[in-house]
């Protein structure tokens, strides 16, 4: 009989780095982590993984409760390929033709083909001559994407020094970094359906055209050219692979485990606090909504920013969505529909210029089964209705239930069917619910505005100037709002970590 005594030398112990937050920049940040061959702990606060990208089942109703667009799926290639892995092992993706609806009036319907050529063909319909237009244009857009989305995104914007060898000026101007959407838009094509189209990505993504750099037509190459897809049982696939990716290397995920505070001494922080439990780390990423973690989780001297800065940021839209069972089929739908019937300049003022709530708000439904039969019981409809609204507005019972009787009423006069007196289920989430399950300042579902001083090195710095192996990722840091650009924040973020700390 012996006894024994083992020590651990935690000198030969890999680095140990949490990760705040498990959404796309979170599992980014932790797989990329993990690849270097630090020990990774994503903790978050909610019941699974995704962030805004979770999901929830309902009476056997299946809803992705925030992303629904998959655009640039060479990013999510890239990202499964990085970890020896590839899309098809975790789903099935379908690119959808048509690509989505636009209801401009109740007899003026709009789909948007998967080919370029039959898109080059409704824009002749639409105008005489723009398909040559927008030949150029898309042109010029896979420029920018293939420079923006293969070196720009991957830049962390610490200093502007990233951007000063020649050819990364040269392509700035050549990027039209410093000319509106807008202008480019407004000067090739005359018809506002096509202006509508061209413009529909930013106005609900993010600023005002006039205010968005032409660069962002990169959104539009994404658009008409890349095609838009669908993940086969719904986004929340993508966290599902994501998440096997990062635990088949040593990833440990602890759910339900909110922040409370991150522990720091002198100019480091070692750990943080969860549910008053004390957990040890070498570096922290934050990815989860940057105002919250400065305001709520950092003490005052240790903030990159204060409150004024925050209340001086333009922030894209929030949202009320609704999540609707529907017995039976609706007719007259396709995968995506936007309803543009009311006017883009009063939905524009009413969230950026002068923010309130919409008086006829233009809005969003998305019918995934149509597509994907595993989303609803057979033969029934499962919606998603969505508004964009401003940031930081009030929100009531009574003016949830408003919109939701407009949009309805919109819906039904459009499809020719009545909806309201068959739904089955139905749930709201709202800017208090962003607040409340995403810590979202003012209630944001987007982030950041894309203005130009809202663009690359002006976008909230991913190093805390005080804490130095303190990052963040995700949406309101570099390189901005959106699945894709939050993807690449998190792979940033942990190379930042990499910078710092070292091995």
Request: aromatic content about 14%; charged content about 20%; proline content about 5%.
């Amino acid at each position: 009989n012996c006894s024994c005594t083992i020590t651990f030398n935690e000198d030969l112990m890999p680095q140990h780095v949490v990760v705040i937050g498990s959404g796309f920049s979170g599992i980014s940040a932790a797989c990329a982590l993990a690849k270097k061959g630090y020990r990774v702990t994503v903790v978050e606060k909610n019941e699974c993984a995704g962030g805004r990208a979770s999901f929830f089942k309902a009476d056997r109703f299946m809803f992705d409760m925030g992303p629904s667009w998959y655009w640039m799926p060479d990013v999510f290639e890239w990202f499964f390929n990085e970890y020896g892995s590839s899309v098809e092992e975790h789903y099935d993706l379908l690119r959808l033709d048509p690509a989505y609806r636009i209801y401009f009036a109740k007899n003026e319907i709009t789909d948007i083909p998967a080919s370029i050529d039959a898109l080059y063909d409704l824009f002749e319909q639409l105008e005489p001559g723009s398909s040559i237009q927008l030949k150029k244009f898309l042109k010029d857009a896979a420029y920018k994407y293939e420079v923006g989305m293969k070196d720009l995104v991957y830049k962390p914007c610490n200093s502007i020094m990233e951007f000063a060898d020649f050819r990364m000026v040269k392509a700035l101007f050549t990027m039209q970094l410093f000319t509106s959407l807008r202008k480019e838009v407004y000067g090739k094509f005359k018809n506002d359906k096509i202006r509508k189209i061209l413009e529909f990505p930013v106005y609900f993504l993010g600023a005002l055209p006039s205010n968005t750099p032409a660069l962002y037509s990169i959104l539009n190459y994404a658009d008409l050219a890349l095609g838009t897809w669908y993940p086969q049982g719904g986004m929340y696939k993508i966290i599902e692979g994501m998440q096997r990716v990062a635990e088949k290397m040593g990833v440990e995920f602890l759910f339900n485990s909110p922040v409370t505070e991150i522990a720091t001494n002198g100019n480091t922080t070692n750990g943080v606090y969860i549910n008053g439990d004390f957990f040890k780390a070498d570096a922290v990423v934050a990815a989860a909504d940057y105002n919250h973690v400065e305001e709520k989780l950092l003490n005052s001297k240790a903030k990159n920013y204060d409150a004024k800065y925050w209340d001086k940021k333009v922030f894209a839209p929030s949202s009320i969505i609704y999540y609707l069972g529907i017995k039976g089929k609706v007719n007259n739908l396709l995968h995506h529909n936007l309803f543009f019937d009311q006017s883009f300049e009063q939905f524009a003022d009413e969230i950026y210029t002068n923010p309130r709530w919409p008086s006829n708000p233009l809005f969003y439904v998305s019918a995934p089964s149509k597509t994907d039969p595993s989303v609803a019981p057979e033969g029934d409809e499962n919606l998603f209705i969505l508004v964009p609204v401003a940031a930081g507005l009030e929100d009531t019972p009574e003016l949830r239930e408003k919109y939701f009787d407009m949009v309805m009423k919109r819906i039904e006069d459009f499809t020719g069917e009545s909806i309201k007196n068959r739904i089955v289920y139905q749930r709201t989430f709202a800017p208090k619910d962003f607040v409340s399950r995403y810590n979202a300042y003012k209630g944001n579902a987007y982030g950041l505005a894309n203005t130009l001083l809202q663009t690359a090195i002006f976008k909230p710095k991913m190093r805390n100037k005080h804490i130095k192996n303190l990052v963040y990722a995700g949406q309101l840091t570099v390189p901005g709002p959106g699945v894709p650009p939050s993807l690449i924040s998190g792979y940033v973020a942990a190379g930042e970590v990499e910078k710092i700390i070292g091995h």
